[in-house]
C-alpha cells in the first residue's frame, strides 16, 4: 500500500470537492437573491448569466490545457517550460477576456435578440448585465490556470481558501447592490452582475497574493510561439469531447426521452441532479489523477507509478461511493424529495434511483482514466473514442426506450453502455501507452 500516494491523491482531490460545493451552495444562495426580483429582472439575469456560464464552461477547457502542459514541465523539472507555459497560457487568457467584454458591449444586444428572441425592458436588462459581468470570462480563465498552478504544486488548499472567502463577499454585495441596502442605491441586474465581478476580483487577488508568495514563476506578459501552437492542437480535441459529453449528448438524450414522454424526462431530470451532485466527488479525484500522472508520465523514474495512480484513486473514490449508492437503496424518497415535492415525479425516480446509481459506478474508472491519457498527451484518442461511443449509447437508448418501452431502466441501460465501452477503451489504452 503506497500511502504516500493516497495522501498526493486526497491532497489534491478533496479541497476540490470543498471548493466544488461551496460554489453551489453560493450559486443557490445567488440565485435566490436573484429570484427575489420582478419576473423581468430575473429572467434577464438567468438568460445572459447562463450564456456567460457557457462561455466560460467551454473556454474554460484551456485549464485543462494547462494543467496537463504544465505537469509535464514539472516532471521533467524544466522551469524555463514552466515559465513560459504560465505567462503564455494567463496572456492568452487576458487577451479572451477583453475580447469577450468588447463583443458583449458592441454586439451583445444583438445577439442577445436574435439568439433568445427578446426584447424591450427584458432586453436592456439583460445586455446590462451581460457588459458589465462579461468581464468575469477573462478573471475566471486567469482563476482556473492560477488554481490548476496551486494543484500542480500540491497546495490546493489556496484554491479553497480564495473559494471560500470570495463567494460570501460576493454574497454579499449582491444583496446589498440588487436591493439597495446599507444607504448603497437600488440597482437591481447592474448589482447582481457587480456583485459577482467583486467575488472574482477578490478570488484573483488571493490567488496572486499566494504566486507572489511562491516565488516559483516570474509573470509577464508575453505568449510563446511554441506553448501557443502546442495548446491549440489540445484545446481543440478537449474542447470538442466537453461539447460532445456536456451538450450535444444531453440535448439528444434529452430530446428521446422528452418525445417519448414529457413526465418521463422530469424524473430523469431529478435522477441526474442527484448524480451530477454524486459526480463531483469522481471529478476532483479524476482531476487529481490527471495532475500525478502527468508529473510522473514526464518523470522517467516515476513512470512505473503510473500504472497504479488510476487504480488508487478509483478504490478511493469507491470508499466515498459505496456508502452513498447504499442510502440510494435505504432513502430513495428521502434523497429525491431533496429535488421535488411532486409525487408523479418522486414515483418514477424513486424506482429507477438506486439501479441509476449501479450503472454511475461504470462512470468511475471511466473518467478517471479518460483524465489520466488526457494528462498523457492522449487527448484525441480520448475526444474520438468518446465520439464514437456516445452515438452507439444514444443509438442504444433510442432503441431501448422507443421499441422496448424500457423507460428509464433503458435510459441507464444505455449510460451503461457508454461507461463500459469506453472503460475498455480508456484501461487498454493506458497500459499500452505505458509499455511503450
Do not use: W
Amino acid at each position: 500500500m503506497d500511502f504516500d500516494l493516497i495522501k498526493k491523491i486526497n491532497t489534491i482531490a478533496i479541497p476540490g470537492i470543498l471548493s466544488t460545493l461551496l460554489n453551489t451552495i453560493f450559486t443557490l444562495a445567488d440565485e435566490a437573491i436573484v429570484g427575489r426580483l420582478d419576473v423581468d429582472g430575473y429572467t434577464a439575469v438567468s438568460i445572459s448569466a447562463n450564456l456567460i456560464y457557457q462561455i466560460i464552461g467551454n473556454i474554460g477547457v484551456i485549464s485543462i490545457v494547462f494543467a496537463i502542459m504544465f505537469a509535464k514541465s514539472i516532471g521533467s523539472k524544466d522551469e524555463k517550460k514552466c515559465n513560459e507555459i504560465y505567462n503564455s497560457l494567463i496572456t492568452i487568457s487576458s487577451i479572451i477576456g477583453v475580447i469577450i467584454v468588447l463583443m458583449s458591449c458592441l454586439i451583445g444586444k444583438t445577439l442577445l435578440r436574435q439568439i433568445y428572441g427578446i426584447s424591450g425592458s427584458i432586453l436592456n436588462e439583460a445586455h446590462l448585465y451581460l457588459c458589465i459581468a462579461s468581464f468575469t470570462v477573462g478573471l475566471n480563465l486567469i482563476c482556473f490556470i492560477m488554481s490548476s498552478f496551486f494543484k500542480n504544486i500540491f497546495k490546493p488548499r489556496i484554491t479553497l481558501l480564495a473559494t471560500g472567502l470570495s463567494l460570501p463577499i460576493n454574497f454579499f454585495v449582491d444583496y446589498i447592490l440588487v436591493f439597495g441596502k446599507f444607504g448603497f442605491p437600488k440597482m437591481r441586474v447592474a448589482g447582481a452582475a457587480i456583485g459577482t465581478v467583486v467575488g472574482v476580483l477578490v478570488e484573483l487577488s488571493i490567488f496572486i497574493i499566494y504566486f507572489v508568495k511562491e516565488n516559483k514563476i516570474k509573470f509577464k506578459f508575453c505568449i510563446s510561439l511554441d506553448v501557443f501552437s502546442n495548446a491549440i492542437k489540445m484545446f481543440i480535441p478537449l474542447l470538442g469531447q466537453d461539447i460532445i459529453e456536456n451538450t450535444l449528448f444531453i440535448i439528444i438524450v434529452g430530446a428521446i426521452i422528452t418525445r417519448y414522454s414529457t413526465a418521463l424526462f422530469a424524473s430523469y431530470s431529478v435522477i441526474v441532479a442527484i448524480i451530477t451532485s454524486i459526480n463531483i466527488i469522481i471529478y476532483a479525484y479524476a482531476g487529481a489523477t490527471m495532475t500525478i500522472v502527468g508529473q510522473s508520465f514526464s518523470d522517467k523514474d516515476k513512470r512505473k507509478k503510473c500504472l497504479i495512480i488510476p487504480l488508487y484513486t478509483s478504490i478511493l473514490i469507491l470508499i466515498i461511493y459505496l456508502p452513498l449508492l447504499i442510502c440510494s437503496f435505504l432513502f430513495p424518497n428521502q434523497i429525491c424529495g431533496l429535488i421535488t415535492n411532486q409525487s408523479l415525479i418522486i414515483n418514477t425516480a424513486v424506482s429507477i434511483l438506486s439501479f441509476a446509481f449501479i450503472m454511475n459506478l461504470l462512470n468511475i474508472p471511466c473518467q478517471v482514466y479518460k483524465y489520466a491519457l488526457q494528462s498523457m498527451g492522449k487527448e484525441r484518442y480520448t475526444f474520438v473514442s468518446t465520439g464514437v461511443s456516445s452515438v452507439i449509447s444514444c443509438l442504444c437508448l433510442y432503441i431501448f426506450v422507443d421499441y422496448f418501452k424500457l423507460e428509464l431502466y433503458g435510459v441507464f441501460c444505455a449510460y451503461g453502455i457508454l461507461y463500459v465501452i469506453l472503460n475498455i477503451l480508456f484501461i487498454k489504452k493506458y497500459i499500452y501507452a505505458l509499455r511503450q
